[in-house]
C-alpha cells in the first residue's frame, strides 16, 4: 500500500512540472510575438520598413529646372486644343494645362503645348518628351496595363455617337443598319462601332480614315452617311462643316468615355499633383471660388474647406512639394471647373455643350463631378 501512495505522489509531482513547463513556454512565446514597436526594444530596421516613403517627383524637378510645363495636346480639336489666329493654344485642354504650370510654378504662360497624333501620344510621355498628356484620352484597362501611362483623374465624362446629315431623316443609331460609317483607325472608336453593329446583329461598311482628320474629310466629302467619334468631337467637327445647321448628332451613346490626364508611369508623386490640381479646380466651383474672387476669398472666408484649398491654412502645397497658394494661383489663372467648362464647350463657346455628366455631383439635375476632399 505504501509503495503504491508513492507512486501516486511521483506521477503528480511529474505532471505538475509539466504544467509549469509549458506556461513558462507560452509566457515566453506571448512575449516573443510583441510587435515591433510596442517597447524600447524595437528593432529600427523593422520600423523603416513601414515608414511612409518621402513624397518627392523627379518630374516636377525636371520641371522647375527647365521652369516650363510640356503639355501634351491634341493637335486641332475646336474647344478642347487648337490654336486661335494669332497661334495661341485655346481650350478645354489647353486651360487645363496652364492651370497645372500656375501651380507647380506659379506662371500660368509657363507651358510648351506639344501637339500629339493619337498613335504618337503615349509614346510621347514614356520617352519624356511631355510631362503631362492633357490630349481627350479615354481611360481604359489596357491602356494602363500596356502603355506605361498612369491616369490622374477624369476632367471630362463624354461617350461616342453618330453625326448624320439631317436629309437622312434618321431618328436613331438602329436605322444606320447597312450604312458606311467613317472611324479613325486603331481607335476605341473603330471598336465601338464594330462591337455596337455585331451586338445587334446590324450590318455597316467601315469607312476608315488614317487619323481624326482624315475620318471628318471623308464624312465632308460624303464617302460615308455617318461620322462616329466622342460627342464632344463630333460637336467640333460640325462647327466646321461648310452649313453646321445641316448635320445632327444622333440621341444614341454607344460607349463610356471618361477623358482625362494621363503621366508617365512610375512616379506616383507627380501623378499626385496632377490629380490634385483638377481637384483644386473641381472642388473650387464647388465652393463658389472663382477667379475674379479667389483673392478676396482667401482674406475673408470663415469656411475652413475654402482656406485650406487657398493656402490661408494647413501644409497642404507643401506636402506636394508645391507652394502653400498653389490652388489659389492655378484657379485665379484658369478660373474653376465651371468656368474652364463654359468658355471652351460650354454655353459661352461655339460648342454649346450641356453640363450633362460633367456637372457638379451636388448640381440639379446631378452629374459625375465630383472633388476628392482636399484636407
Not at 451613346?253 to 503621366?263: T, W, Y
Request: proline share 4%; hydrophobic share 40%; net charge neutral.
Amino acid at each position: 500500500m505504501r509503495a503504491q501512495s508513492t507512486g501516486r505522489k511521483t506521477a503528480s509531482g511529474a505532471a505538475f512540472a509539466l504544467v509549469t513547463v509549458l506556461v513558462l513556454t507560452v509566457a515566453a512565446c506571448g512575449r516573443g510575438d510583441r510587435p515591433a514597436d510596442a517597447g524600447d526594444g524595437a528593432d529600427p530596421a523593422a520600423q523603416s520598413q513601414t515608414a511612409a516613403p518621402d513624397f518627392a517627383s523627379p518630374t516636377l524637378a525636371a520641371i522647375k529646372r527647365r521652369g516650363r510645363l510640356n503639355c501634351g495636346v491634341h493637335e486641332g480639336l475646336v474647344g478642347f486644343a487648337y490654336t486661335d489666329n494669332r497661334g495661341e493654344w485655346r481650350g478645354f485642354d489647353a486651360d487645363f494645362c496652364r492651370a497645372l504650370a500656375a501651380a507647380v510654378l506659379g506662371n500660368a504662360n509657363a507651358v510648351r503645348f506639344v501637339p500629339l497624333t493619337s498613335s504618337r501620344r503615349f509614346e510621347g510621355l514614356r520617352s519624356g518628351r511631355v510631362d503631362v498628356l492633357w490630349r481627350s484620352t479615354s481611360w481604359t484597362l489596357s491602356r494602363e496595363a500596356q502603355e506605361g501611362v498612369r491616369f490622374a483623374g477624369i476632367n471630362y465624362y463624354d461617350g461616342q455617337g453618330f453625326l448624320v446629315r439631317r436629309s437622312l431623316d434618321l431618328a436613331t443609331a438602329a436605322e444606320l443598319n447597312g450604312a458606311r460609317v467613317c472611324v479613325q483607325r486603331a481607335s476605341t472608336t473603330e471598336l465601338n462601332v464594330a462591337d455596337w453593329f455585331r451586338a445587334r446583329a446590324l450590318e455597316y461598311t467601315p469607312v476608315v480614315g488614317a487619323n481624326e482628320e482624315a475620318a471628318r474629310a471623308a464624312y465632308a466629302r460624303e464617302d460615308c452617311d455617318a461620322l462616329s467619334a466622342d460627342i464632344s468631337a463630333l460637336a467640333a467637327a460640325r462647327t466646321t462643316m461648310s452649313n453646321p445647321e445641316q448635320h445632327a448628332i444622333l440621341p444614341d451613346v454607344i460607349s463610356k468615355e471618361p477623358l482625362g490626364p494621363a503621366v508617365k508611369r512610375g512616379d506616383e508623386a507627380w501623378t499626385s499633383i496632377v490629380r490634385w490640381t483638377l481637384n483644386a479646380l473641381i472642388l473650387a466651383e464647388e465652393l463658389g471660388v472663382t477667379s475674379d474672387n479667389a483673392g478676396q476669398m482667401a482674406e475673408s472666408s470663415p469656411n475652413p474647406a475654402v482656406r485650406r484649398l487657398l493656402g490661408v491654412e494647413g501644409e497642404v502645397g507643401p506636402m506636394l512639394g508645391l507652394r502653400k497658394d498653389w490652388a489659389k494661383a492655378a484657379i485665379e489663372a484658369e478660373g474653376n471647373y465651371g468656368e474652364i467648362f463654359s468658355r471652351n464647350v460650354g454655353t459661352d463657346s461655339s460648342l454649346d455643350l450641356a453640363r450633362g455628366l460633367n456637372a457638379q455631383w451636388n448640381a440639379r439635375p446631378a452629374g459625375l463631378i465630383y472633388a476628392l476632399p482636399i484636407r
